[in-house]
């Protein structure tokens, strides 16, 4: 086992631009992670340097359980577009597994494994790059699961899917942690995060405001952004089902909706 994997006072500066900002935080065995923020927060880049793409340009990321093994050998990640070779689907499996040095022999059954798995085995022949964003994404993970890694990282795996394709790769990224893989993700869904998550990392502006347990944060966050954050996925929503808010402020007359669907109007009877 790799884990724990620490981060220290990370900073990564891109031509001369800090970009992720003395961020120290540290992922046990076991839980899942939502890395949350909004578009830009720096949530990409926070996966790429723990994942080793990235080096940061001052700080540490260490594997303590590493002792002197190549931690890169242990775990994998799938990228927000993710990109696949000009193979059928089942090659692009075998190239992964190639890469990471299994053994050829061992390669069909893993192959056809990841493929059931993630209910793609009728595509196996198929061109990788004919298929859908969808079937695309479970490539993605079929690929990266067949390494068996310790850890995965997912950049927003579900960004550009339709509902029923988002809940097919929730429900593929439920039987990896399932099956003994530590889950390492972004998301700017805050429903997705509240299906997923057992802990969130909440990012703004590329620093780290807080790092919580999901009961917690969803409940009550420390951080006021974090709150603003929920609150404002809250407003979304329950004004969608004309529902406040606890704390939400009352709308305006003119703005105000009526519970039930509204009733109707009164009429004048003169
Ligand atoms: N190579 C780069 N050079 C310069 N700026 C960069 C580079 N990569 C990222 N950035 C900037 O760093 C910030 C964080 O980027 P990042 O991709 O991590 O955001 P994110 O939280 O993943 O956003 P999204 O939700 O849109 O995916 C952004 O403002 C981005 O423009
Ligand atoms: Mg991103």
């Not at 724990?4 to 992720?20: K, R, W």
């Amino acid at each position: 086992m790799i884990l724990p994997l620490s981060l220290e006072n990370v900073t990564l500066e891109i031509d001369g631009t800090p970009l992720v900002k003395d961020v120290s935080c540290t992922f046990e065995a076991g839980a899942r992670t939502m890395i949350l923020g909004a578009n830009g927060a720096g949530k990409s880049l926070l996966l790429r340097l723990c994942h080793g793409l990235l080096k940061p340009t001052t700080g540490s990321v260490h594997w303590h359980g590493a002792l002197g093994r190549d931690p890169a050998r242990f775990q994998a990640m799938v990228f927000q577009r993710p990109v696949m070779l000009r193979r059928t689907v089942a090659a692009n499996i075998a190239y992964a597994l190639k890469l990471k040095d299994i053994a050829k022999a061992d390669r069909p059954a893993l192959i056809e494994e990841a493929l059931s798995h993630t209910g793609l085995l009728r595509l196996a022949d198929t061109p990788a790059r004919v298929l859908s964003s969808g079937e695309q994404q479970k490539l993605a993970l079929a690929r990266a699961w067949a390494l068996n890694p310790e850890v995965l990282f997912l950049d927003e795996p579900t960004a550009n899917l339709d509902p029923a394709a988002t809940y097919a790769v929730e429900t593929i990224i439920n039987a990896i942690d399932a099956a003994g893989t530590r889950i390492v993700m972004t998301t700017h869904d805050l429903s997705q995060a509240r299906r997923l998550a057992d802990e969130v990392l909440f990012l703004h502006r590329g620093r780290l405001v807080e790092q919580a347990s999901a009961d917690k944060f969803f409940d009550n966050p420390d951080n006021d952004i974090a709150k603003e954050f929920i609150k404002g996925d809250l407003m979304w929503w329950r004004h969608g089902r004309n529902v406040r808010a606890p704390g939400e402020a009352r709308l305006p007359p003119r703005h105000r909706r009526v519970r039930g669907g509204g009733a109707k109007p009164k009429r004048n009877k003169s």
